[in-house]
């Protein structure tokens, strides 16, 4: 007779280690869990609002300048080396797991206009006010030794900004003229120029590093091609874009810093319209930088305030601030992605959290599953009016938010007039609804709907539309 | 004049005729012909001096006289001719030698050449210049395009994207500075050589390696997944097998052999188009096996039982009749097929005449609900019921339908055994589907029955109908009016401006409290801006199990209640509802769920409270008059003292009543027209957001949607729920330097 035994896979009622929670089988049978998508509901709600309240981003100050802080630049070795000059000349290299300055030195009568590090990351660049641009070591030197620059060139004019090659000894120089510089020699391998005006600040491409980017105070965005030593194009704005960065994941993409508080970003290819417009600045941007991912950039603005945009979209998903940080000069993405820096006015460098509520240090397996989860969940109910509510909320200071709303009112303002093409309001005595006049289908998805302009000739109406006006005659007595 | 003339050229004739008697000391031409052709010239001149000696006026043409290796231009004269004398014209007439042409050509270049133009100024060159290096750099660049667009489109990037190998010293590298020392190194080493096996390069020995050739990885994967799929085939067909073998329904086995004799004989005729030869054959065999069956029978009356039988015959009458009903099953046995078959039609006709008393709905509520409390059931109605109901009024089509469904089952060699299950739910529906029809028609039968129980089925035929087709109208208006609605609704998202990602207010919210708050506030902004539910739309998009639908889910499913409408529980129905097959095939298991689940809420009477519930809803929507009475006014008043009769009518204000309810002739649902703010706080707008691609078909959102994500499933989807963006922290670094910063 054949005795039948229970036997079953330990590998079902085992837990794997000891730090494992018990197994509880379970039947996950969806249908003997109506009640699951409710539940996770409400998780995800838990989970949206625990983003929220855990949402501090600010991580330290770095405090040691004794002027505003005007530049920033990455060590490309180190993630805890960040190098920053001030407007008195001085340049700090810190560290930022210690949140201490390592090494200070004076690089420059007047401003440091520019800063960056070679590829290897052994010395760093500067330019300045006093004309010249300068190599340093970026190891501090040796007891009793003086603190000198390994190189100095003077030049003619002076340079506003400076940035490195990414794979060879070649570095850029801007100012009156976009200069190319080989390490070796005091004079410039070749000198583009395109228009007279000064030139604020140039960048490599980082993937195809033969080309620049530029930009001039006379409104231009310019390309260089470094092995054709030639301007490729260039495009002219509403008003002066102060900086552009270079998409490291997409190498013909890049984004500008305007004046006009908004920042576009280009495809390099066609540069007639920008791929995408973002915009939430009250003020004058100032400097941007890509994640090293290449899905975000921060930028840094004159509203003393940074903002986090998403590449693909107008809007931006998250603006940091503090009552201290006033306008914000430069802002760096740190090449894990993790973190952003900031320059300020008030000689502080601060360091953000790039995810605002995001936990720092090792996470445990479990940690990151949970995580994994939740972020699962907000994404799926992020639809849902309470859950999204709550996510998009953000607290501005009343500077930025008053600001907001007069730009916003501005804007209707200056939509209104646009449509309405030289009729303005001031010629007109007085408005009415639009509804109590006619029920027109055709104006109702219009922006102006419900207004109607009335000549000072008490018999005609005159509503203007895409597709011309329109007259209507009106009695008196109905106005 | 001209006789004076034509004395010159006769002079020039004798000049050049004693020119000849010179000893040829410079050529006069290059070309040798010409020597050879002296003669006919001569005779040409000749000729000429003696025409113009006829006193016509001719023009003569100046002629070169003196041969020169020098031949200047402005010799060549053109008097006469009208037309101006090109130079290589007068190279024209020689025959075109190879020299010529080249002079020629170099003649023309000479004419055709013109000023040599202005340079460009500097801008344009310049201009051109960076025009053409543009071009060249967007074409270089475009090479990046297929790598930025998977990038783009990629559901997860791991970075760094590229993962440099970890540098692994190669063993050759570190075994080339050592040496076997020992004794038994040596010896293990020398074992090594003697086996051929490898010391220093990648350790793999030739046979590994030639394995390795033999069979790539892919290629190994492709065949055991091959082998594996081949396995888990075999597997089914062995548990269908098994499973056939245990099922002790005579019925079932019956309509198998049937069914399997009706594809031979199709294949047989099938046989004789093709090739009758092998028909003939076929035929034969068949006999055949006809044959034996008819030997091994044992109805023939050779058996033991038999012989005694027919030794009693004699003087029983009984055992006579026996052996007359053996020899006439005898004759049924061995008749052909067809008989058969007929006789069993005829049979499932009667079936299905008892049949026709029993409405649809009827005993899908015996199915469904023989416990007292159906809400418990695991399932609803099962999806092949489900097709059924909402196939009911269009009849004509639904044969060829199933046909189509069995032929697909036909191909799919996994779902045979669901095609089996299948075909028994069509044969009972098939039976069933005649009673809807034709219960106009009188039933001979029904006169048995007793006359309350008639009134009980029609008027549930009549129910059942009316819900079936209302079910199908409702599913059809809401399904049509989402479509119109949410191109209408696309449209109007993609006008409207890109709304900012964030809400920015000069409050601050940092408890759980406030968020809470927040979150209220939210909904109250909806309130202010209220929009037309489109109740629908929602439905449709709202997964199965969303907040709010289990309350309304299985009120919607309800059709039993009209069991509990009607007072009385006719036994009569039960008895009627007829025992069908698929019952029979009930898993134990399942009955012992459902035998527990009915125990556990024996008490409850989930019916009744539906209706109490409907009840109210009804109650609590309908206006409600105004009383303006006020006691003791005019008249006496205190406690006891009731106004008139007279001014209560009077100070009554009736509200008229507003539309009828849409849920009036419908028993089993509670449809409540008013939008429930709390739950639309929850509940996702009807319009997707614009830019909202995760709803579009096939991306994840889409596929989740639906379901929970649960913690199990999140086990599957595991690659799919890690987060976007995966940063590993300072690897983007080259060296090692610990990088978590904090």
Known sequence: MKVKMLSRNPDNYVRETKLDLQRVPRNYDPTLHPFEVPREYMRALNATKLERVFAKPFLASLDGHRDGVNCLAKHPKSLATVLSGACDGEVRIWNLTKRKCIRALQAHEGFVRGICTRFCGTSFFTVGDDKTVKQWKMDGPGFGEEEEPLHTILGKTVYTGIDHHWKEAVFATCGQQVDIWDEQRTNPICSMTWGFDSISSVKFNPIETFLLGSCASDRNIVLYDMRQATPLKKVILDMRTNTICWNPMEAFIFTAANEDYNLYTFDMRALDTPVMVHMDHVSAVLDVDYSPTGKEFVSASFDKSIRIFPVDKGRSREVYHTKRMQHVICVKWTSDSKYIMCGSDEMNIRLWKANASEKLGVLTSREKAAKDYNQKLKEKFQHHPHIKRIARHRHLPKSIYSQIQEQRIMREARRRKYVLGHLTLSQYSFLTSLSQLTKNKQTKNLPFKGIVYVLLSPLEVFLKTSLGFFLFPVKRGEQ | ?742
Request: hydrophobic fraction near 30%; charge should be neutral.
């Open chain 2, 1 to 742: 004049m001209s006789a004076l003339r034509a004395e010159e050229s006769l002079l020039a004739l004798r000049q050049q005729e004693e020119l000849e008697d010179l000893p040829k000391e410079y050529p006069l031409s290059t070309s040798e012909d010409e020597g050879d052709s002296d003669g006919e010239r001569k005779h040409q001149k000749l000729l000429e001096a003696i025409s113009s000696l006829d006193g016509k006026n001719r023009r003569k043409l100046a002629e070169r006289s003196e041969a020169s290796l020098k031949v200047s231009e402005f010799n060549v004269s053109s008097e006469g001719s009208g037309e101006k004398l090109v130079l290589s014209d007068l190279l024209e007439p020689g025959k075109t030698s190879s020299s010529l042409a080249t002079v020629k050509k170099q003649l023309n270049r000479v004419k055709s050449k013109k000023t040599v133009e202005l340079p460009l100024n500097k801008e344009e060159v310049e201009r051109i210049h960076r025009e053409v290096a543009f071009n060249k750099t967007s074409q270089a660049l475009s090479k990046w395009d297929p790598i930025v667009l998977k990038n783009r489109q990629a559901e997860q990037l791991v970075f760094p994207l590229k993962k440099e190998q970890s540098a692994f010293a190669p063993i050759e590298h570190v075994l080339s500075g050592w040496k076997a020392r020992t004794p038994m190194e040596q010896e293990i080493f020398n074992l090594l050589h003697k086996n051929k096996q490898p010391v220093t390069d990648p350790l793999l020995t030739p046979v590994e390696k030639a394995s390795l050739r033999a069979m790539s990885l892919e290629e190994a994967k492709m065949r055991r997944a091959e082998l594996q799929r081949a396995r888990a085939l075999q597997s089914y067909y062995e548990a269908r097998a098994r499973r056939e073998k245990k099922i002790k329904s005579k019925k079932y086995h019956k309509v198998l052999k049937k069914g399997k004799a009706k594809k031979a004989l199709k294949e047989f005729e099938k046989l004789q188009k093709v090739s009758p030869s092998a028909a003939l054959e076929e035929l034969e065999k068949i006999e055949k096996a006809r044959m034996m069956e008819r030997m091994s029978l044992k109805h023939q009356n050779s058996g033991k039982w038999a012989k005694s039988k027919a030794i009693m015959a004699k003087y029983d009458l009984e055992a006579r009749q026996a052996l007359q009903e053996q020899l006439a099953r005898n004759k049924e046995l061995t008749q052909k097929l067809q008989a058969a078959s007929k006789s069993e039609e005829e049979e499932e006709g009667a079936e299905e005449e008892d049949e026709l008393l029993v409405p649809d709905a009827v005993n899908e509520v015996r199915m469904n609900a023989d416990g007292p409390n159906p809400w418990m059931l695991r399932n609803g109605p099962s999806e092949a019921e489900e097709v059924d109901i909402q196939k009911d009024p269009e009849q004509p089509p639904e044969p060829v339908a199933h046909e189509a469904s069995e032929s697909e089952g036909e191909e799919n060699p996994v779902a045979e055994e669901e095609m089996l299950l299948k075909e028994l739910e069509e044969r009972r529906s098939l039976r069933k589907k005649p009673g809807l029809n034709q219960d106009a028609k009188p039933v001979g039968r029904r006169e048995t029955k007793d006359s309350s129980s008639q009134e009980v089925l029609s008027e549930l035929r009549a129910l059942s109908q009316k819900l079936n087709k209302e079910n199908h109208r409702s599913t059809k208006q809401k399904v049509s009016s989402a479509r119109t609605v949410l191109p209408v609704q696309r449209e109007e998202a993609a006008d409207e401006e890109e709304e900012p990602m964030l809400l920015q207010r000069p409050e601050r919210a940092r408890t759980l409290d406030e968020l809470e708050e927040l979150g209220r506030e939210g909904c109250f902004q909806d309130k202010e801006h209220p929009r037309p539910a489109v109740n629908g739309q929602w439905l449709e998009r709202k997964p199965n199990n969303q907040p709010s639908a289990p309350k309304e889910k299985p009120k919607k499913e309800q059709m039993i209640d009209l069991q509990n409408l009607l007072s009385t529980k006719s036994p009569s129905v039960k008895s009627l509802a007829v025992p069908t097959t698929v019952e029979e095939w009930e898993d134990e298991e399942e009955k012992d769920q459902r035998q527990m689940i009915k125990e556990a809420f024996a008490g409850d009477d989930v019916i009744r409270d539906f209706l109490k519930e409907k009840r109210e809803a009804v109650e609590a929507s309908k206006p409600k008059d105004v009383d303006l009475t006020l006691p003791g006014w005019g008249e006496w008043g205190g406690v006891g003292l009731m106004p008139s009769a007279k001014k209560r009518r009077r100070f009554l204000i009736k509200i008229p009543e507003g539309p009828p309810r849409k849920d009036k002739n419908l028993p089993n649902v509670i449809i409540n027209e008013k939008r429930n703010i709390h739950a639309a706080a929850h509940q996702v707008r009807e319009r997707a957001p614009s830019g909202c691609l995760s709803l579009l078909p096939g991306s994840l959102a889409w596929e989740e949607g639906s379901s929970a994500l649960g913690s199990r499933r999140m086990r599957d989807l595991d690659h799919r729920i890690k987060s976007v963006l995966v940063s590993l922290t300072g690897s983007e670094m080259n060296n090692s330097e610990s990088t978590l910063l904090f």
